[in-house]
């Protein structure tokens, strides 16, 4: 590897795929890479740039996605802008900060591998590309398998499974099921094409030397011998999670925060509250499963904190908020880490995303699961079998919605299970480790 020397600082351009819980983690990781005298330009399209941009001191530059003002973001829009429209806009931004006579020209970049239509475009460029998987390592595992989930016969060459059956990824892992897989989401003909994204993704890390993981070794073993075509060089595997004490920027949202709801949580006892949240990007649980979570928190007794999208709103039953006012809160949005840190807070109803399930175990909440889709059902595995700090919810029958969160909320061992995560994951060890990994990772590409 060519080391580089600069008289200025080095600029690190850095692209992570458009969406909420790739964009913050990519966030993250450029404030702390601030502390080694880099100078991290994060990009994004411009219907996220202008959000992010005013709620954080990384410089976020903004390339046109070329969809109309007006048209949806969803995965594939999203994926054809990726693929057909934003690349010629990088490519000229990426020209553009590697020359000047500041001598800090772009001394490598960090690319989200859902974004991986930015490795080409590096690639192109002459400019040494490093890969960024936002999430568990083992997510990652089950995309590399692929191949071998396909010479097993265990899925068909458009992804879908033969049949119901479970995947052993390595030494001490819980056993996946073929149902989980990340692509299998919405129709038939949703599913090839999320497959088809995946396979393509896969392909182009094949080039990378590196890919950095936001994720930790808690997260079982880290095994990254079971990668297992020894015929295909594989990138080296750095975690460097948690970041939360490398950076400022745990809790960045898009969505405006109801803050309400902290002087709400003020008043109630210790531990008795449930916060609910599935997330911003997958659609959350439907209409009618609204209705019955709604009645099932109703007659429950629980009180509750609940973050429900405007549009969801009807599928809640005439008059619920109001009904509910004095024993919980319906909100667009809320603060979550600070929710989370809030005394009041026994117990998070979670789609199981890994920005979620890691604040979770930062503020020592336990977790009741219902994974929705995409790597939420591996982190459900983890956080159920592996780690033992939280339960699977199954449906919203009232009876199943009582016997878990009363399961969860009165388990004091899972409590203290929780506390000793927490520890491991947040304590000093881990923050030396993750400092050491960063040093090194720097020290591979440049001399400032």
Not at 304 to 318: E, H, Q
Not at 375 to 385: M, P, R
Request: hydrophobic share 40%; charged share 20%; with cysteine.
């Amino acid at each position: 590897m060519t080391i580089h020397h600069y008289t200025m600082s080095p600029k690190v351009i850095m692209v992570p795929y458009p969406a909420h819980g790739h964009v913050t983690p990519m966030l993250n990781l450029a404030s702390a890479l601030t502390r080694f005298g880099l100078s991290p330009v994060v990009v994004t399209p411009e219907f996220i740039h202008d959000t992010i941009a005013k709620k954080t001191h990384v410089t976020c530059m903004s390339i046109p996605d070329g969809l109309d003002d007006d048209a949806p973001r969803d995965f594939f829009a999203i994926e054809f802008a990726m693929e057909n429209n934003m690349p010629v806009h990088l490519e000229r931004l990426v020209h553009e900060l590697n020359i000047g006579d500041d001598g800090g020209g772009v001394a490598f970049m960090i690319v989200d591998l859902l974004a991986s239509w930015a490795l080409k475009v590096g690639d192109g460029c002459g400019v040494p590309v490093v890969g960024y998987w936002p999430v568990m390592f083992v997510a990652y595992q089950l995309i590399a398998a692929i191949p071998d989930l396909l010479s097993l016969d265990i899925i068909s060459e458009t992804g879908i499974p033969q049949n119901e059956s479970l995947i052993n990824l390595g030494y001490d892992q819980p056993p996946l099921s073929t149902q989980d897989l990340p692509w299998l989401i919405g129709n038939l003909a949703s599913r090839r094409s999320r497959f088809r994204f995946w396979t393509r993704t896969l392909s182009r890390t094949r080039t990378l030397s590196q890919i950095l993981v936001n994720s930790f070794p808690e997260e079982h073993h880290f095994d990254t011998t079971n990668l297992q075509d020894h015929s295909i060089k594989h990138p080296r595997i750095t975690p460097i999670g948690p970041l939360t004490q490398h950076t400022k920027y745990q809790n960045l949202h898009f969505s405006a925060e109801d803050k309400s709801c902290l002087d709400w949580l003020d008043q109630q006892s210790e531990r008795c509250v449930v916060y609910i949240s599935f997330g911003t990007w997958v659609s959350p649980i439907g209409k009618a499963k609204v209705r019955n979570l709604a009645l099932a928190l109703e007659s429950s007794k629980h009180s509750f904190i609940w973050v429900l999208g405007s549009k969801w709103r009807d599928g809640l039953p005439k008059g619920y908020a109001e009904r509910m006012l004095d024993r919980g809160r319906v909100v667009s949005w809320a603060p979550q880490s600070e929710v989370l840190r809030h005394k009041a807070v026994g117990c998070y109803l979670t789609h199981c995303g890994w920005n979620s399930t890691v604040e979770a175990i930062q503020s020592k909440v336990k977790l009741l699961c219902y994974p929705i889709a995409g790597d939420q059902f591996v982190n459900c595995d983890y956080i159920v079998k592996i780690w033992r700090i939280g339960i699977r919810l199954d449906d919203f029958e009232e009876e199943d919605v009582h016997k878990c969160l009363k399961r969860v909320m009165e388990d004091i061992e899972m409590e203290q299970r929780l506390v000793k995560m927490n520890e491991r994951v947040f304590g000093m060890e881990t923050s030396l480790r993750v400092s050491s990994n960063l040093t090194k990772f720097v020290d591979d590409y440049i001399i400032v």
